[in-house]
């Protein structure tokens, strides 16, 4: 199981105080906090991409790099990254130079993103969403495993003989998941491919988490991966720890009723009892969070929010010293617990090099044409 922590470095008012970080504050916050995941044990740091106010995580590859050169284990993913609205020959080549640069400390989540202005300002339309996921992730996936790419698609110019640059550390491209929330498109892209499937598991109850995971898994052992039980899925969630529930309860409660996104809605005993929020002891979030599996069965990837909603950069640090002297340790043994030997770890570059060494990393190939991946993965 890896642990981890993510990131959409929002610029919110700490509604206690009434003052805003600057962005200048909070991307060096959300730097220390990168550094912090890996002081305190977590395995992964993760950022979010944006381009809208109020979150600053604009060039993700830009800050891990930066917290690449500062660290020496810590795994760096996206949480998500636009595979929408970017560009795949892009994409293709700033992930695989932060490959090289992290030796190797890097895997990648793909999603369509959740504000509709971004499409326009990067000259896409929001009703393409799905079509574009599917067409620009095909042509990524070719872009990391063909040397000379010709291609043809809908959504930007055709390639003629091209070769991105540089090619992916020790030829194994950065594994990438597939992040939704809603979508049972992007679950099967994920399928397809033998991708892994996160799903954010923040905003909804365990019985649409259940469907969705259930129909990724079911898919994967379709599309000839293996068992449905070894598909690869991870999940996200929201703690706010403290050593006593009532003190937890009580310092997250203003945070909670003004919070950009879940805020002026359910109160928080609600909100705590219908979605995976938990805010309490390091007792209540192990229990918590042992419990995710009963709902998605053995899991490989477990990604925590932990400074969302005007959160000082103190009291984020002080969660993660919690977690990590408390709740890591007991989470990582108790999830190995009774976890079937075939079922896989999440994959690293390590592990991949592995099976390509010996000869067992067979990935699904690529659609011979983006209208191809459309109709396979929409039928």
């Known amino acids: 199981m890896q642990l981890g922590v993510f990131s959409v470095g929002d610029v919110t008012p700490d509604p206690t105080t009434g003052r805003t970080p600057t962005q200048h504050e909070r991307i060096k916050a959300l730097m220390e906090i990168g550094r912090k995941a890996e002081e ?11 381009h809208d106010h109020p979150f600053v995580p604009s060039a993700l590859t830009t800050m891990h790099a930066f917290l690449a050169a500062q660290t020496e ?18 994409i293709a ?36 969403g799905i079509q574009l996921a599917i067409e620009n992730y095909d042509l990524l996936h070719t872009l990391w495993r063909t040397d000379v790419v010709d291609w043809q698609g809908k959504f930007r110019t055709p390639l003629q003989g091209f070769t991105s640059t540089p090619r992916p550390l020790d030829g194994v491209p950065p594994f990438v998941w597939h992040g939704s929330i809603r979508s049972p498109e992007i679950a099967e892209q994920a399928a397809y491919y033998g991708n892994g499937f996160f799903h954010n598991n923040i905003f909804w109850p365990s019985s649409h988490v259940r469907r969705m995971v259930g129909f990724y898994r079911q898919r994967w052992e379709q599309y000839g991966h293996g068992p449905a039980d070894q598909a690869i899925v991870g999940l996200g969630g929201q703690v706010f720890v403290r050593p006593n529930s009532q003190d937890a309860v009580r310092e997250f409660r203003p945070y909670f009723d003004v919070a950009p996104v879940y805020g002026h809605g359910p109160s928080l005993e609600e909100y705590m009892r219908e979605t995976p929020l938990t805010v309490g002891s390091p007792q209540q979030v192990i229990e918590r969070t042992l419990s995710f599996r009963e709902v ?74 983006a209208r191809q991946a459309e109709e396979e993965v929409s039928a």
């Not at 044990?41 to 993760?46: E, I, K, P, Q, S």
């Not at 695989?96 to 326009?120: E, I, K, W």
């Not at 010293?321 to 994959?347: I, M, Q, S, T």
């Open 40 to 50: 305190v044990g977590f395995d992964v740091f993760a950022l979010g991409e944006h």
């Open 73 to 90: 284990r810590l795994v760096f993913s996206t949480s998500i990254a636009h595979i929408t609205t970017n560009d795949p020959v892009h």
């Open 296 to 369: 998605v069965g053995d899991y490989q990837r477990q990604m925590f929010l932990l400074d969302h909603a005007g959160l000082p950069l103190k009291t984020v640090l002080e969660q993660m010293d919690l977690l990590g002297e408390h709740v890591l340790p007991v989470l990582r043994e108790e999830f190995a617990k009774g976890r079937p030997a075939h079922v896989p770890d999440a994959p690293t570059h390590a592990s991949l090099l592995e099976k390509k060494e010996a000869g067992l990393l067979l990935p699904r190939p690529a659609h011979e044409s």
């Open 93 to 128: 080549e700033q992930y695989a130079m932060l490959q090289h640069l992290s030796d190797g400390r890097v895997d990648l989540m793909f999603g369509r993103g959740n504000t509709g202005p971004v499409y326009p300002w990067f000259g896409k339309d929001i009703r393409d």
